[in-house]
């Protein structure tokens, strides 16, 4: 195995608990999804104030432990030269947001890729202006075959890829490239935050900008299917080249969904993604509801072609069984729904001891992991019932008093989550309601035209990793 660099330094998580044990090693407990891992006495004394710092192959096996653990993150990396880089721009018109883009990757080489655009010269050049590579497609490939095309022609170590309505800074792009400094990283991406130059911005260009679909959350992980980052956005990334022509680059049959199913395919080639959100790209947000909701319904028709390639990976939930039970129970609004709740709870609890180690205060910390698994069950189901099966719930809706309990209790639990998670306002509430009936509608499309459910169906795991 590729030894880590010599000084590389791996940080574990804030969300992860340090455990001694009585042999004088460690527990850790967190990570995503939920694991423990224990390190004997020599392995524990290499962790030093959270950190591992790569010496030698002891110290380089407990950092990889580490970090495939999703227990630590790289540490204090270093950026790579800019002349290792290149950029590759998929463009179809829109020579404005073009025009933007490539002022903010003023200074390294870029290659745009016009993909057949009704108006080609305005294309030309923009491109021609800015110094940049231009290859033109004659026939359309979509934005998948678009930046195949380009990273044909690329000649450096390293590949960015940024849609045209993409601003990304080089500087930024560089320091996130330092993520491939672990050889076994074949792809990173930054926070996607959603952006308006508008003075007055309509309302839904605000909520577009506060909650963009493609902004994952503020808190760096390694992506695979079933942690709480399971997918990067394919508006801004960058990878190592040889790797992406290993792997045949991006799925160039794929019209949607390519930049979830390069992930899993890395994932599940032994590649490690990672997501890095102190690092932010802006992406600029549709400039019509008609343009906003399209988008959300087109990402939803993606997930059936993405169940049939991935299988369980595309499953909307993943929940243990107890917690699937209690968050349902309380979602339901009946007499009985606290004491199911409880039972269940303490079921889960039970569980979660058994997977833990045996360290000092076994039993408070499995009841504290389970009540947050019951808050993130009740989260996940409630994302279901309004988002991915809506239809469904509105036809249960109609017979059945229990259904309209759980929505509404669904919308209070959707609600805090809104005020947790963003600067809520009436039109951020309205804008996740049409989020939902957008994304949802696209993907029962693509069930009714695919003839399979396998992305509506949570998937249940009985316990926590070790």
């Known amino acids: 195995m590729t030894l880590l660099p010599d000084g590389f330094t791996v940080r574990v998580r804030d969300d992860v608990r340090l455990l001694p044990t009585p042999e004088g090693g460690l527990s850790l407990v967190g990570g995503s999804p939920l694991r423990s891992m224990r390190l004997a006495p020599a392995a524990a004394g290499r962790v030093v104030d959270r950190r591992v710092q790569v010496r030698d192959a002891a110290t380089d096996l407990v950092a990889r432990r580490l970090l495939d653990g999703n227990l630590a993150d790289p540490d204090d990396l270093t950026p790579v030269d800019p002349a290792e880089l290149t950029v590759v721009v998929p463009a179809h018109d829109r020579p404005e947001h073009l025009d933007r883009c490539l002022t903010a990757l003023s200074g390294l080489g870029v290659i745009v890729v016009d993909d057949a655009s009704g108006d080609p010269a305005a294309v030309a050049e923009v491109v021609r202006r800015h110094g940049a590579t231009l290859i033109a497609l004659a026939e359309n490939r979509g934005p998948a075959g678009a930046r195949n095309g380009g990273l044909a022609e690329v000649a450096t170590a390293y590949v960015a890829f940024v849609d045209s309505d993409v601003s990304a800074d080089p500087a930024m792009l560089a320091q996130l490239a330092g993520q491939l400094a672990d050889p076994r990283v074949a792809l990173a991406g930054p926070l996607v935050r959603g952006h308006t130059d508008k003075v007055r911005p309509s309302w839904f260009e605000r909520h577009d900008a506060a909650a963009s679909s493609l902004s994952l959350g503020a808190r760096a992980c390694s992506v695979r299917p079933g942690a709480a980052v399971g997918w990067l956005p394919s508006a801004c990334l960058v990878a190592r080249t040889t790797t992406m022509r290993e792997v045949g680059g991006f799925a160039a049959d794929l019209r949607v969904g390519e930049d979830v199913d390069l992930v899993w395919r890395l994932v599940e080639a032994g590649h490690v993604v990672r997501y890095q959100p102190d690092l932010e790209a802006l992406h600029e947000v549709r400039g019509t509801v008609r ?12 997930g ?6 991935h299988g369980d990976a595309i499953a909307p939930a993943v929940l243990s069984s107890a917690m699937a039970a209690a968050g349902a129970a309380i979602l339901a609004c009946r007499w009985w729904s606290a004491p199911a709740a409880l039972a269940s709870l303490v079921w889960g609890s039970r569980v979660v001891s058994e997977a833990l180690p045996d360290v000092p205060g076994r039993r408070g910390l499995a009841s504290r992991l389970a009540t947050r698994g019951l808050g993130w069950s009740l989260r996940q189901e409630s994302a279901l019932l309004l988002r991915h099966w809506w239809p469904l719930t509105l ?4 017979f059945s008093r229990t259904v309209r309990r759980m929505v509404l209790a669904a919308l209070v639990v959707d609600t805090a989550v809104a005020f947790h998670e963003t600067d809520v306002r009436p039109t951020t509430l309205l804008g996740r309601r049409l989020d939902d009936l957008a994304y949802g509608a696209g993907l029962w499309l693509g069930v009714l035209s695919s003839r399979s459910v396998r992305c509506l169906a949570p998937r249940l795991v009985r316990r926590a990793q070790r």
């Open 291 to 302: 343009g906003w909701l399209g988008r959300k319904l087109v990402y939803g028709s993606g």
């Open 304 to 309: 059936a072609e993405l169940g049939r390639r």
């Open 395 to 398: 036809v249960a809706c109609l």
